[in-house]
């Protein structure tokens, strides 16, 4: 390797040791060659990485931004009052190996603070380049309300790339946790969020690989603490390629932070590095969270030579958090920063966090979660105390870790335990060795039923569009069915079986249900033609009729009574509304004229349907011709908004809305957003809102996470190409209208 290679693997250790150790033992006693590269390192060591002591902004004014800018390597570059583009530069606030990241304020075409990261002097290599535009465009890639937001990026007049990001004025997650002693529930919540947000990053196709505390921010926005996390600076692309340039990891090239790092990064070559790898970051940022101590310790990792550190990470078992907590010597000050006792804090933890923390840490990446999804919603199972996936390892699975430790004395011993175990089989009769399978057939059959247990409670609450829980669900169902026809299956098990599959079915049909009315309430808020509307009456009417509901023949009270008794009653009162306002639609339009006396009676059978209190008083304001805003602000007065679902959260962002109050509404769908991410109507309702305020840079990213959550939806791709036309961006608008049209209507 020549210098530029091992200064560009240098340059990713944040500590000075571990990077002397590095570099002699990659210089391999070439004296000449280890000057060379400390002479490249000094002239731009730094000793910290993007973002890992924000400067807190209380303290901020405190600080003479100008000689700290001197006294940088990166002083001739740049200083307070440069200009780049529309951006001003107040500040540096994080240098790292590859870039600066100052706080900048934007003078046109809206006037705002936001952090600019530029690369440094001289860091022009062709490898850096690639790795700082790949973080560029990756995070162009996303749009997720817990990843900091890309805004723009370009190249100085000097050819340096640049991007700018929304400037996140928040602590990391787990200062900021302790700062406000958070207990383990809420430091959950957050975590879930985060999670979410790292799910959403691996379906746009980017790995982080160096996620930790230092690189979760949590800042509060209207009064509640929201995650965002920051600096895909090392993310790695598994889908098509991010840039024209070569991206990739060197043989021999180790990139991420030691402490939160997967066993498979901590090999020279990070090839097969995939999203489980950040699966396993997340847990040690659980672990942190949890128990104040990343799972093998800061202080022994400082202490550690090079190949220990990564020995340690690939082979060694950490220890359980509650057995970690149980055993710290600064119990007491843990427990003071949860906000629990210190007697209390281990058994919260123990059990089902343990498990949950233990699956993500396993070295065998094919035992961990399989999706950050997956994470989120086994911590969400535990805050609602239902079962969770994770479970403590077997027998097995401990012999097989064991086997790993011990491999030499163990293969010594195999031949003996074998030939002992075979004479002991063939001894066996034969009646003995049925009975014995009909057990394990039986144990297997219990295990696989909670399983599925499992399985469809997760699909039960998962998005309606979301396969992936119920493909899971389907396949544990198909186990069951297939252990039954092998027989020798106990009556009672048998009988738990059926029901468990009676239930499945159920909830498959009644999943059905959920998703064609979700389709044609989507489809009913993208129309916008006569015809388009009466074929969706019609249909509609059909759809009812199907399903017990005759809308021609049965009293429109006798219908709310039959809609408000059934299982998805707020589901069908969605769609008996949307029938409705259909038939509105069609009349403004040219259609049969209606009259009040034709209309009321389905008005009142909808306040029959759903009678929640919330929803009947933001309809009730919706059907009064004189709408007061007093009507909606008495309503949410004494409601905790986060109780509310995503639809009635639309409804009453809507409501705000016809009365004018535009940053009340905003205020509402971007909380309603944090809770319900995924929701389609949701994100679709905010960005026809947001376009009919022709805010069309906002109502064009609504649409494009509308179509990350679906993307057969004609009306939606066409709305987005209504928004980029009005935004100038006319062949992105072409596109867009030439994806709508390859879908059917």
């Not at 033992?25 to 060591?45: M, P, Q």
């Not at 509307?533 to 009574?561: C, K, N, V, Y």
């Not at 639809?647 to 809507?654: E, K, M, P, S, V």
Request: hydrophobic share 40%; net charge negative; aromatic share 6%.
């Amino acid at each position: 390797m020549n210098e530029t290679q091992i200064f560009a693997q240098a340059i990713e250790i944040q500590n000075h040791a571990e990077r002397a150790r590095l570099v002699t033992s990659l210089c391999a006693g070439d004296d000449t060659l280890r000057e060379r590269v400390e002479k490249l390192l000094a002239a731009h060591d730094q000793p910290e990485t993007f973002f890992e002591q924000p400067i807190p902004e209380g303290r901020r004014s405190t600080i003479d931004t100008q000689s700290t800018l001197d006294q940088s390597p990166s002083a001739n570059f740049a200083a307070a009052g440069t200009v780049i583009g529309p951006y001003k530069l107040l500040q540096t606030i994080g240098e790292g190996g590859m870039g600066i990241v100052f706080m900048a304020e934007q003078t046109e075409p809206v006037k705002r603070r936001v952090a600019l990261k530029v690369i440094k002097p001289g860091m022009d290599s062709r490898q850096v380049i690639a790795r700082f535009e790949a973080e560029r465009q990756a995070l162009a890639l996303m749009d997720h309300p817990n990843i900091a937001r890309v805004l723009e990026a370009g190249t100085t007049d000097r050819g340096h790339p640049y991007f700018v990001m929304e400037l996140v004025n928040g602590l990391p997650i787990l200062e900021y946790c302790d700062a406000e002693k958070m207990a383990p529930r809420e430091r959950l919540e957050l975590f879930v969020s985060v999670c979410r947000a790292v799910h959403h990053a691996h379906q746009k196709g980017i790995i982080h690989r160096d996620l930790k505390p230092n690189n979760i921010l949590v800042a509060e926005y209207d009064g509640r603490p929201v995650p965002k996390v920051i600096d895909f600076g090392v993310a790695k692309a598994t889908g098509a390629q991010l840039t024209d340039s070569t991206y990739f990891t060197e043989f021999g090239q180790v990139i991420g932070t030691l402490e939160y790092m997967s066993p498979e990064q901590a090999r020279r070559n990070q090839l097969d590095v995939d999203t489980r790898s950040d699966i396993y970051s997340l847990g040690t940022v659980l672990y942190a969270l949890l128990t104040g101590e990343t799972p093998f310790g800061h202080e022994r990792f400082r202490k550690a030579a090079w190949d220990e550190m990564l020995q340690i990470i690939r082979e060694e078992e950490p220890e359980r958090p509650s057995i970690k907590i149980g055993s710290s010597a600064s119990l007491g000050q843990v427990a003071s920063r949860r906000g629990v006792e210190p007697k209390r804090l281990s058994s919260l933890v123990q059990g089902d966090l343990d498990w949950i923390v233990m699956k993500t840490l396993e070295k065998d990446r094919n035992r961990r979660y399989g999706s950050a999804s997956e994470l989120a919603d086994d911590v969400s199972r535990h805050l609602r105390e239902l079962p969770v996936i994770a479970r403590p390892p077997s027998i097995f699975d401990r012999m097989g870790k064991f086997t790993r430790r011990n491999r030499a004395g163990v293969l010594g011993g195999a031949a003996v335990v074998l030939l002992a175990t075979t004479a002991s089989v063939w001894s066996v009769e034969r009646a003995d060795f049925r009975a014995e399978e009909s057990r394990a057939r039986t144990e297997r059959l219990r295990q696989v039923m909670g399983e599925a247990n499992i399985a469809i409670l997760e699909a039960e609450s998962a998005t309606i569009g979301n396969e992936d829980p119920w493909t899971s669900a389907a396949t544990q169902c198909q186990r069951i069915e297939d252990l039954l026809e092998q027989g020798d299956v106990p009556p009672q098990d048998s009988a738990d079986a059926s029901a468990l599959l009676e239930r499945f079915e159920e909830e498959r049909i009644e999943r059905g249900i959920a998703t064609r009315i979700e389709d044609v309430v989507i489809r009913g808020a993208t129309r916008d033609d006569l015809e388009s509307w009466q074929d969706m009456e019609a249909e509609m009417r059909e759809f009812f009729r199907t399903h017990g509901f005759d809308l021609d023949s049965e009293d429109p009270a006798r219908i709310g009574e039959k809609i408000r008794d059934d299982k998805m009653s707020v589901l069908w009162a969605d769609l008996l509304e949307l029938w409705i306002g259909t038939r509105g639609n069609m009349a403004t339009m040219g259609g049969p004229v209606l009259t009040a006396a034709i209309m009321q009676p389905w008005a009142d059978a909808i306040y029959v349907a759903d009678n929640d209190p919330i929803r009947t008083g933001i309809r009730k304001f919706i059907y009064t011709p004189k709408r007061n805003r007093t009507m909606l602000d008495d309503l949410i007065v004494t409601t905790d908004l986060s109780t509310l679902s995503a639809r009635t959260l639309a409804w009453l962002g809507n409501g705000f809305v016809m009365v004018g109050a535009i940053e009340e509404s905003d205020r509402i769908f971007r909380a309603a957003l944090t809770t319900y991410p995924d929701d389609l109507m949701l994100n679709h309702d905010y960005g026809y809102i947001l376009s009919h305020q022709q805010r069309w840079d906002e109502s064009a990213r609504m649409y494009h996470r509308c179509l990350t959550i679906r993307g057969d939806v004609p009306g939606i791709w066409e709305n987005l190409s209504t928004s980029l036309r009005n935004l100038g961006e006319i062949k992105g608008a072409e596109w867009a209208e030439a994806q709508a049209t390859k879908l059917p209507s």
